[in-house]
Antibody, heavy 118, light 107 residues
Framework: QVQLVESGGGVVQPGKSLRLSCAAS????????IHWVRQAPGKGLEWVAL??????KKYYANSVKGRFTISRDSSKVYLQMDGLRVDDTAVYYC?????????????WGQGTLVTVSP | AIQMTQSPSSLSASVGDTVTITCRAS??????LGWYQQKPGKAPKLLIF???FLQTGVPSRFSGSGSGTDFTLTISSLQPEDFASYYC?????????FGQGTKVEIK
């Protein structure tokens, strides 16, 4: 079955960098786009980024544009986070789109916690 | 970015009630709207996409409607497992944006 596993979270100081990974299995990875969505403690969901199935297009939330970079290889999607700020503290989820014809995030990982603290 | 405004932010209801949550977009998004359910400590779950299409495996007591700027999620005959937070998400335009969420609590 579809499985997504995030890793790479941790505690980091403001201004530093962190790279999250999303390992995929149970489906034809190269056929699907992958999203990153985050949730600050006690807050709502925030869409962060999307990379198309072939990596040809990438989209970002305004709050992370220019600081975060989404990429992919043959089995993982990455979120490179530079210039981290305290308000980037959140659980970060990766999610696979529902189908190659529809980008709705439908299959989710369990999330990885990123804490940005002085 | 398109702003999504959900209401109410929370509500109390009883098992068996019908619950309605609304989501308003700051501009016309056609039917490019989805609804998600999230329980504490868990990842979100897609319920509805394209404003009214039920995701596979989602009970038929969940339904969605609307187009343009005004959308509704209806839960008929609320069940104990439905007490959760609900979010709308627009995919009409990048960046995608979520509503701020609605928490459905037990009365």
């Amino acid at each position: 079955q579809v499985q997504l596993v995030e890793s790479g979270g941790g505690v980091v100081q403001p201004g530093k960098s962190l790279r999250l990974s999303c390992a995929a299995s149970g489906f034809a990875f190269s056929s699907y786009g992958i999203h990153w969505v985050r949730q600050a403690p006690g807050k709502g969901l925030e869409w962060v980024a999307l990379i198309w199935f072939d990596g040809s297009k990438k989209y970002y939330a305004n709050s992370v544009k220019g600081r975060f970079t989404i990429s992919r290889d043959s089995s993982k999607v990455y979120l490179q986070m530079d210039g981290l700020r305290v308000d980037d503290t959140a659980v970060y989820y990766c999610a696979r789109e529902i189908s190659y014809a529809s980008s709705w995030p439908a299959y989710w990982g369990q999330g990885t916690l990123v804490t940005v603290s002085p | 970015a398109i702003q999504m405004t959900q209401s109410p932010s929370s509500l109390s209801a009883s098992v068996g009630d019908t619950v309605t949550i609304t989501c308003r977009a700051s501009q016309d998004i056609r039917k490019d709207l989805g609804w998600y359910q999230q329980k504490p400590g868990k990842a979100p779950k897609l319920l509805i996409f394209g404003a009214s299409f039920l995701q596979t495996g989602v009970p038929s007591r969940f339904s969605g409607s609307g187009s343009g700027t005004d959308f509704t999620l209806t839960i008929s005959s609320l069940q104990p497992e439905d007490f959760a937070s609900y979010y709308c998400l627009q995919d009409n335009n990048y960046p995608w944006t979520f509503g701020q969420g609605t928490k459905v609590e037990i009365k």
